[in-house]
Each structure stands twice: as C-alpha cells, then as structure tokens.
Nanobody, 123 residues
Framework: QVQLVESGGGLVEAGGSLRLSCTAS?????????????MGWFRRAPGKEREFVAAISSGGIIYYADFVKGRFRISRDNAKNTVYLQMNSLKPEDTAVYSC????????????WGQGTQVTVST
C-alpha cells in the first residue's frame, strides 16, 4: 500500500518561513509511478473544515488557493517521490495541520493521505 509521510512542520513567528516535505513510499503505487499522480497539500485549522492549499499535476501544472498565492510554492521531485510546500510570509491564520494527498484527480487529489504535520505561527 501507499504511505505518505509529512515533515517540516513546527513553530514559527509571523513573517517566517517553513518548508514542508511529503514523501511517498510503498512497494507499488497501485501499479503506477509516483510521477503519474497529482499531489496536493491541504490544511485543517482548529474548529474548521479541511481546506485546499495547493496542488501540482503529474505534468507540473500548479494551482493555489487564493489565500496562499504569492506566499507559498509547491514543487515536486519525482526521483525522490517527494512533494514540497515552501511557505513564506507566514501568518497566524496559517496555523493548522497540513496534510499531503496523492491521487488521480487534479487539482484535488484524494486517493491517499498522510497523517499531517502541525504548523503553528505565533504573533
């Protein structure tokens, strides 16, 4: 089966930066390669619904939620089965558990999910 593991979360002051990573592992990816899947980042803040943050297609097409445009950047390294989320100019309202997802649908892949990594932005 496919396993997604996020890392890179933590506590940062407002205006700071963090880089999240999500690495996929598994004996097979349901018969497909990592590079053939779309990858996405989502977040869930306390007391709120999960919301979309960013996605990158298998062909490298990128889509961002309006609230992160110009601040976050998603990228992928297919050789490492890894997707990244560079987060700059962080705000307290960015505090959430960030999870990555992998799937066939773009821009909201949802076949496989990671457990998430906590990002806390202090004032």
């Amino acid at each position: 089966q496919v396993q997604l593991v996020e890392s890179g979360g933590g506590l940062v002051e407002a205006g700071g930066s963090l880089r999240l990573s999500c690495t996929a592992s598994g004996r097979t990816f349901s018969g497909r390669t990592f590079s053939s899947y779309a990858m996405g980042w989502f977040r869930r803040a306390p007391g709120k619904e999960r919301e979309f943050v960013a996605a990158i297609s298998s062909g490298g097409i990128i889509y961002y939620a309006d609230f992160v445009k110009g601040r976050f950047r998603i990228s992928r390294d297919n050789a490492k089965n890894t997707v990244y989320l560079q987060m700059n100019s962080l705000k307290p309202e960015d505090t959430a558990v960030y999870s990555c997802a992998m799937g066939r649908d773009y821009p909201r892949p949802n076949d496989y999910w990671g457990q998430g990594t906590q990002v806390t932005v202090s004032t």
